[in-house]
């Protein structure tokens, strides 16, 4: 976990986020989480933007076949994963947006 890590210790994913950067600077910025609980690990984040998840994706080379999806808040909000290694780092793409609220369909007169 944490203990005794220094930022030096986060320098994989930093450097892949330095890589990143510079290879596709010109796509959506992302949320960007690195963190001591997982050392290894950049995660690219994007909230109410499936398609800037959706231009990572292609761009990283992720098959549209490896992203899982899931619902949380009680169907609410949808939730797309994707995984890939990335210049060392175990990177991971999330995307959050609201599933659409179904409209009602008028009753036939």
Do not use: C
């Amino acid at each position: 976990m944490s203990d005794g890590l220094t930022l030096d210790d986060l320098g994989v994913p930093l450097r892949a986020l330095r890589s990143l950067a510079a290879d596709f600077g010109h796509l959506s910025a992302p949320a960007v989480g690195v963190t001591t609980i997982w050392p290894n690990r950049l995660e690219l984040a994007f909230h109410g933007d499936l398609a800037g998840f959706e231009a990572w994706r292609d761009a990283l080379g992720i098959a549209p076949g490896a992203v899982t999806h899931s619902t949380q808040s009680g169907g609410r909000t949808r939730v797309l994963v994707a995984s890939a290694k990335y210049a060392g780092t175990a990177l991971q793409l999330v995307a959050y947006a609201d599933v659409p609220t179904p409209t009602p369909v008028a009753a036939a007169a």
